[in-house]
């Protein structure tokens, strides 16, 4: 009789350990997969949004700046040009504390001496002026102003109404800080006016992550005329 031996060919299957053990490795590496391509997306939509904004604030500046440069009677007075050149670059000047004068304004010393200049300072320097708001007439003889309204930034339109008031910063983009530094504005000083315009933004969104980088740019314009006459001509 033979003596016949049992052979099992069959595959060896895993134990529920060893299936235990790699579904964990598995979630693991499938975790880390997600989270660092949600951390990719989340980036790509920071960098989108900080561009976005970017983009729009330097159209802004540099429309601004375009009319600045042609610009004349750049005023750091509120509404003083709507009666052309009323209190604005012919003395006297209205100061901090008078009614005309735009709430916020600071004046500065510039360095730049000039004792025969109207409205020098003291000691015979000629003033900056920090202001919110910023007033002047564009080469077409429209009045224009610029001031920070809920977040965005506002330019009158004086087709309409010294007024009426529209924005020129896009939804995309949140104004925080707006200044505008005026020098060489007064008739008579020798200087060629010069804007500096500040301006700080954020993108508009509800990530905390982006609306809390702010966007800080700055930009210097001189105008291409240097003193008004007081009859308003350049």
Same mark, same amino acid.
């Given at each position: 009789?033979?003596?016949?031996?049992?052979?099992?060919?069959? $595959?060896?299957?895993?134990?529920?350990?060893?299936?235990?053990?790699?579904?964990?490795?598995?979630?693991?590496?499938?975790?880390?997969?997600?989270?660092?391509?949600?951390?990719?997306?989340?980036?790509?939509?920071?960098?989108?949004?900080?561009?976005?904004?970017?983009?729009?604030?330097?159209?802004?500046? =540099?429309?601004?700046?375009? =009319?600045?440069?042609?610009?004349?009677?750049?005023?750091? &007075?509120?509404?003083?040009?709507?009666?052309?050149? &009323?209190?604005?670059?012919?003395?006297?000047?209205?100061?901090?504390?008078?009614? &005309?004068?735009?709430?916020?304004?600071?004046?500065?010393?510039?360095?730049?001496?000039?004792?025969?200049?109207?409205?020098?300072?003291?000691?015979?320097?000629?003033?900056?002026?920090?202001?919110? @708001?910023?007033?002047?007439?564009?080469?077409?003889? =429209?009045?224009?102003?610029?001031?920070?309204?809920?977040?965005?930034?506002?330019?009158?339109?004086?087709?309409?109404?010294?007024?009426?008031?529209? @924005?020129?910063?896009?939804?995309?983009?949140?104004?925080?800080?707006?200044?505008?530094?005026?020098?060489?504005?007064? =008739?008579?000083?020798?200087?060629? $006016?010069?804007?500096?315009?500040?301006?700080?933004?954020? $993108?508009?969104?509800?990530?905390?992550?982006?609306?809390?980088?702010?966007?800080?740019?700055?930009?210097?314009?001189?105008?291409?005329?240097?003193?008004?006459? $007081?009859?308003?001509?350049?």
């Amino acid at each position: 009789m033979k003596n016949h031996q049992y052979q099992n060919n069959s $595959p060896k299957g895993f134990t529920l350990v060893e299936m235990l053990v790699a579904m964990g490795i598995f979630t693991i590496v499938v975790a880390i997969a997600i989270g660092g391509f949600i951390n990719s997306l989340r980036t790509q939509r920071q960098v989108a949004s900080l561009i976005s904004a970017q983009s729009n604030a330097s159209l802004v500046i =540099e429309q601004m700046a375009r =009319e600045m440069r042609t610009g004349f009677l750049f005023c750091h &007075d509120a509404g003083n040009n709507t009666d052309v050149n &009323d209190n604005c670059n012919n003395p006297p000047y209205s100061v901090p504390g008078d009614s &005309d004068f735009v709430s916020g304004c600071t004046e500065i010393d510039s360095g730049y001496s000039y004792p025969s200049a109207p409205d020098a300072l003291a000691n015979g320097d000629l003033p900056m002026w920090d202001c919110p @708001s910023f007033d002047y007439f564009t080469a077409q003889g =429209e009045e224009v102003n610029y001031s920070l309204q809920n977040g965005a930034l506002m330019e009158s339109d004086s087709s309409v109404s010294t007024s009426t008031f529209v @924005s020129i910063t896009g939804n995309s983009v949140r104004v925080t800080k707006l200044h505008f530094i005026i020098f060489g504005n007064m =008739e008579g000083d020798a200087w060629t $006016p010069r804007v500096t315009i500040v301006i700080g933004v954020v $993108p508009s969104s509800t990530d905390p992550a982006v609306n809390s980088d702010v966007l800080n740019l700055q930009t210097t314009v001189s105008a291409r005329t240097i003193d008004c006459t $007081p009859s308003g001509s350049c």
